[in-house]
């Protein structure tokens, strides 16, 4: 059994986390180059086992799909072809940048850091991963 690991995708980076090997905490990872993710994740899963990818699916209020939703589509059938033994689970990432904004001013970050947009990135990752893992819970 291995990890979780969750992707905050965007065209310019790339926020991840992962959980510990026992899937109970959900921890910020990194926050990558879109061009060099797939290069990255070979890495970390030749170190590290990852059971499921939970990658984030931007969508509008009205749940359908948002203007970066084709680009997540395309960058899953990446992941699809590269590691065709790890399943995908899409997880609804709306809100997740603006929580992830509040949760930073809430833990006293400061203004500088969070300005830092790879912050965001990785903190959205780690929700992206909470909401799966709770509501796998409640299944």
């Not at 990752?125 to 819970?137: D, F, G, H």
Request: cysteine-free.
């Amino acid at each position: 059994m291995g990890r979780l690991l969750a992707i905050d995708y965007g065209q310019k980076r790339v926020g991840l986390a992962v959980t510990d090997s026992e899937k109970i905490i959900a921890t910020a990872l990194e926050t990558v180059a879109e061009k060099e993710v797939l290069e990255y994740l070979k890495n970390y899963i030749e170190t590290e086992p990852v059971e499921v990818f939970v990658l984030g699916m931007p969508k509008k209020l009205d749940n359908s799909p948002s203007s970066n939703a084709a680009a997540v589509v395309k960058f899953q059938k990446k992941l699809e072809t590269l590691f065709p033994d790890i399943p995908i689970a899409l997880e609804d990432e709306r809100f997740t940048s603006s929580l992830a904004l509040d949760a930073m001013i809430s833990g006293g970050m400061s203004k500088k850091n969070r300005r830092n947009k790879s912050n965001v990135d990785k903190i959205s990752a780690v929700l992206i991963l909470q909401t799966y893992m709770e509501r796998r819970s409640n299944q």
